[in-house]
């Protein structure tokens, strides 16, 4: 029987932008080389079985999209600074294998620290290098690996090599290094090219799934739509104009000779964590209770209001809290520059379960401290989830039909007990109190035993307390 020729399992089976898009439509323009190589890693990640453990870093630039395309774990990093990204993937996931995919312009411009060094230190990632020899994504300006006389929108009378320097070879930088185990340059223009392409990116991916480090593929790509040509004419420049000046060659492989090298466990060990927290699992606060462990209604949290009121705070007693009782905790911050005033609001994930992703994106429950953050989330929480919302500020209620929303003026509660910044404390024991998912004594315990301010601990009590009453007179009757 024949080959069967059908669609790489490591692609998506749709390709859906924006609700609405028709599901198989490629973003690319016709003739780009991007969709070109974007099969052959597809191919070559079936080929090798790779899929299920791979980890895909999109640059920035016309392949953004990646993440859409490639059904595997997908990263998107800021502009140049994919390798990077994938550094940390690598070290994170030592059983993974990682792609970095970039553009010229994201690699050899912006990015050229972060490749040289990644290369460098020979991290376990292939590197996908598409020289298309323009930036596709922002209009046709020049890149550092524009040909002499080319014209694009930042050259417009074609560069000059006084003034503009000349194109830049990575792949023979890239060479030049020790760490690198595999380098080579090919091109997707006819099938005879696109054929030894193939070819060196399934060995790259094969050298990253022996473990050996470092491969760096450079392939030269047509962009008809930042060149100005037809697709056609766009090949013909590549195959005359381009490739001569990027000469095609297999510049290393070590393939054959290079070990495997020594698999990595992660970059710091989790005792060593635990010794420079101080959190020595045998000093754990409260005793483990297998059943509450197992029976524990996940929660995903979402804290927001302004700086200066005790947000973060309030999502590290929680997170602290699950901790301290065996649970899995995650805690994201994220806020402005200022300390003060500026908005804040932090992401809590309480779980018996491993945790896929700090992020919480559709919270079960939303602690609004402030009415910017009750009207900003208030629409992301889940259906049939709580808002907890400090009517001390919130002037302007916030309606839901499908959400509790519970009314507490945690400000005034605090400020009632003498310490109007343990407003983060009665936001704190609203939740817990009217919950019920974690016992309020335990909150206690913790501030009693880790809370650093001593002299504020009794306060904080007392606005615990506080909290408990009002939850319980006005929604526990
Ligand atoms: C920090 C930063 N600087 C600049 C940009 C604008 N920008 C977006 S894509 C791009 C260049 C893309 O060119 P290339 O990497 O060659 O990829 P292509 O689009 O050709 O595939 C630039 C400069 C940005 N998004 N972020
Ligand atoms: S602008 Fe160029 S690189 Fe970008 S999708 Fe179009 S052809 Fe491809």
Same mark, same amino acid.
């Given at each position: 029987m024949g080959n069967i020729i059908s669609?790489?399992?490591?692609?998506?089976?749709d390709f859906v932008r924006?609700?609405?898009?028709?599901?198989?439509?490629?973003?690319?323009?016709?003739?780009?080389?991007h969709g070109r190589v974007h099969k052959l890693i597809a191919e070559a990640l079936d080929d090798h079985e790779m899929k299920d453990n791979t980890m895909f870093v999109s640059p920035v630039?016309?392949?953004?999209?990646?993440y859409y395309y490639f059904d595997v774990g997908n990263f998107q990093a800021a502009h140049g600074r994919a390798p990077a990204v994938a550094t940390a993937a690598a070290r994170s996931n030592p059983h993974g294998y990682t792609i970095s995919y970039q553009g010229d312009g994201d690699l050899?411009?912006?990015g050229t620290a972060e490749i040289i060094h990644a290369a460098n230190r020979g991290e376990d990632m292939t590197v996908i290098f598409v020289n298309?020899?323009?930036?596709?994504?922002?209009?046709g300006q020049m890149a550092p690996t524009t040909l002499e006389g080319q014209k694009t929108t930042t050259s417009p009378y074609g560069r000059d090599l006084q003034e503009m320097g000349n194109p830049i070879r990575m792949a023979e930088i890239i060479a030049q290094?020790?760490?690198?185990?595999f380098v080579e340059r090919v091109a997707v223009s006819d099938s005879k090219h696109i054929r030894k392409a193939r070819t060196a990116i399934r060995k790259a991916l094969k050298s990253q799934k022996d473990r050996q480090g470092f491969s760096f593929v450079e392939i030269l790509a047509t962009c008809p739509i930042g060149w100005k040509m037809t697709p056609v004419d766009a090949i013909k420049r590549l195959e005359e104009e381009v490739i001569p000046y990027f000469p095609l060659a297999n510049?290393?492989?070590?393939t054959d000779d290079r070990p495997a090298k020594l698999q990595k466990t992660?970059?710091?060990k989790a005792e060593d964590i635990i010794r420079v927290l101080g959190?020595?699992?045998?000093?754990?606060?409260f005793p483990l209770d297998e059943n509450f462990i197992n029976n524990f209604p996940n929660q995903n949290i979402k804290v927001a209001g302004f700086?200066?009121?005790g947000v973060l705070m309030a999502g590290t007693t929680l997170g602290s809290l699950g901790m301290e009782l065996g649970l899995k905790t995650t805690w994201l911050p994220s806020y402005g520059p200022?300390?003060?005033g500026g908005t804040a609001n932090c992401n809590v994930c309480i779980s018996k379960d491993e945790i896929g992703?700090?992020?919480?994106?559709?919270?079960?429950v939303l602690i609004a401290m402030n009415e910017p953050s009750m009207h900003n989330f208030g629409p992301e929480v889940k259906k049939g989830g709580l808002i907890i919302a400090?009517?001390? +500020? =919130?002037?302007n209620a916030y309606k839901r039909d499908d959400v509790t929303i519970i009314n507490v003026p945690m400000t005034e509660i605090a400020d009632e007990c003498?310490?109007?910044?343990?407003a983060n404390m009665a936001a704190v024991t609203a939740y817990m109190s009217y919950t019920? +998912? =974690?016992?309020l004594e335990t909150l206690k315990t913790l501030i009693k035993t880790n809370f650093k301010k001593k002299n504020l601990i009794d306060k904080n009590i007392e606005v615990i307390e506080a909290a408990e009453k009002y939850i319980v007179e006005n929604y526990k009757k």
């Open positions: 669609k790489p399992k490591s692609f998506c089976d924006k609700p609405g898009n028709y599901p198989k439509v490629t973003h690319y323009c016709p003739g780009c080389g630039g016309c392949s953004v999209f990646g050899a411009a912006i298309n020899t323009i930036y596709g994504m922002t209009g290094l020790d760490a690198p185990v510049f290393k492989d070590d992660g970059i710091v959190v020595d699992k045998d000093e754990r606060i700086g200066g009121q200022e300390m003060r992703s700090p992020i919480v994106e559709s919270p079960d400090n009517s001390s +500020v =919130i002037q003498g310490v109007k910044a343990a019920g +998912v =974690i016992d």
